[in-house]
């Protein structure tokens, strides 16, 4: 079968970071992305001169929720209990910052010059950008709020909480559509296929679930995955695979049309990382992936299928 041999090489292993590196996000530019980590440094690196990064901002606190709005060329920054900031990219400067929550804020997503924001007291906000105002909060649940993913396609928002559950919004006005049980543990990475058909879930318990966005999230697949919690899924540019991380220190690559377990990156096979891997961002730069860890390193890593 083509393309299920894969060949992997770490190109680089970026050091910066004094504390887990928790998120990364893309910029406007394929070979520009930002990490984001515990110890509250929000940090710019080039996959073309990668030894380089540049210092975007210093905060307080831990940034676990970080999103690029590449419209307005603006990063939104979640600062954990102290609400978001927004950063001018072209004049590297702060526009300005809304105090929303004293919670840790987990998840920022956007659509046009909107954001949604989760956070772990379970609320789920909408933002407006350019005022800086909350439009409408809902809160469906007590418990944390970990990860948002939204289908532009079917205009719903889907949120995966800590009460196991997957819940899907309505998008234009936060109402609730469907509720999704399936999941054991706490819901941390959700991530829809490229088309829009299939919504992917991942958590505390090890499992990728597969679910059919029209058939109503009719579940069509459940996969032990992994040993231990699977922190965060990505697609691959051309979506035919799909990565998963896990607190069992591997990255996993998968067909994502077969479903079929191609490639486990590991510290022992691949000089991989040596403590939990917390998020992966699979850049259109050279097909190359990109790994974030609580052992504070950034790893790039070149994949190639035959």
Same mark, same amino acid.
């Given at each position: 079968?083509?393309?299920?041999?894969?060949?992997?090489?770490?190109?680089?292993?970026?050091?910066?970071?004094?504390?887990?590196?928790?998120?990364?996000?893309?910029?406007?530019?394929?070979? *520009?992305?930002?990490?984001?980590?515990?110890?509250?440094?929000?940090?710019? %690196?080039?996959?073309?001169?990668?030894?380089?990064?540049?210092?975007?901002?210093?905060?307080?606190?831990?940034?676990?929720?970080?999103? $690029?709005? &590449?419209?307005?060329?603006?990063?939104?920054?979640?600062?954990?209990?102290?609400?978001?900031?927004?950063?001018?990219?072209?004049?590297?400067?702060?526009?300005?910052?809304?105090?929303?929550?004293?919670?840790? &804020?987990?998840?920022?997503?956007?659509?046009?010059?909107?954001? $949604?924001?989760?956070?772990?007291?379970?609320?789920?906000?909408?933002?407006?950008?350019?005022?800086?105002?909350?439009?409408?909060? *809902?809160?469906?649940?007590?418990?944390?709020?970990?990860?948002?993913? &939204?289908?532009?396609?079917?205009?719903?928002?889907?949120?995966? $909480?800590?009460?196991?559950?997957?819940?899907?919004?309505?998008?234009?006005?936060?109402?609730?559509?469907?509720?999704?049980?399936?999941?054991?543990?706490?819901?941390?990475?959700?991530?829809?296929?490229?088309?829009?058909?299939?919504?992917?879930?991942?958590?505390?318990?090890?499992?990728?679930?597969?679910?059919? *966005?029209?058939?109503?999230?009719?579940?069509?697949?459940?996969?032990?995955?992994?040993?231990?919690? &699977?922190?965060?899924?990505?697609?691959?540019?051309?979506?035919?695979?799909?990565?998963?991380?896990?607190?069992?220190?591997?990255?996993?690559?998968?067909?994502?049309?077969?479903?079929?377990?191609?490639?486990?990156?590991?510290?022992?096979?691949?000089?991989?990382?040596?403590?939990?891997?917390?998020?992966?961002?699979?850049?259109?730069?050279?097909?190359?992936? *990109?790994?974030?860890?609580?052992?504070?390193?950034?790893?790039? %890593?070149?994949?190639?299928?035959?």
């Amino acid at each position: 079968m083509i393309g299920s041999k894969v060949t992997v090489s770490k190109r680089n292993t970026l050091t910066g970071h004094n504390d887990c590196v928790y998120t990364l996000e893309r910029s406007q530019f394929p070979n *520009v992305f930002f990490s984001g980590a515990g110890d509250g440094m929000v940090v710019s %690196w080039d996959l073309d001169d990668p030894e380089k990064g540049q210092l975007i901002a210093k905060l307080p606190n831990s940034i676990y929720g970080l999103h $690029y709005m &590449i419209e307005q060329n603006l990063l939104l920054v979640g600062h954990n209990y102290d609400g978001i900031h927004v950063i001018d990219l072209e004049d590297k400067k702060e526009l300005g910052s809304l105090n929303m929550t004293k919670a840790a &804020i987990f998840d920022i997503k956007s659509s046009g010059s909107h954001a $949604y924001i989760g956070d772990a007291s379970g609320a789920l906000s909408k933002m407006d950008v350019n005022s800086l105002r909350v439009h409408k909060t *809902v809160k469906e649940s007590e418990v944390s709020l970990r990860t948002i993913a &939204i289908n532009e396609y079917t205009n719903e928002l889907a949120a995966g $909480y800590s009460d196991n559950l997957i819940r899907v919004f309505e998008k234009s006005d936060l109402s609730l559509k469907h509720v999704i049980e399936g999941h054991t543990n706490s819901v941390f990475s959700l991530q829809y296929s490229p088309d829009g058909q299939l919504l992917l879930s991942a958590g505390r318990d090890a499992h990728i679930k597969a679910w059919d *966005v029209k058939a109503g999230y009719l579940n069509l697949r459940d996969i032990a995955a992994h040993m231990y919690a &699977i922190n965060n899924i990505d697609y691959s540019p051309d979506g035919k695979h799909f990565v998963t991380c896990s607190m069992d220190k591997s990255i996993k690559v998968w067909d994502s049309h077969t479903f079929k377990l191609l490639k486990v990156i590991d510290k022992a096979r691949h000089a991989g990382h040596g403590t939990s891997v917390n998020k992966l961002l699979w850049s259109s730069h050279q097909d190359l992936l *990109v790994s974030a860890s609580d052992d504070r390193a950034i790893s790039i %890593w070149n994949l190639e299928f035959t």
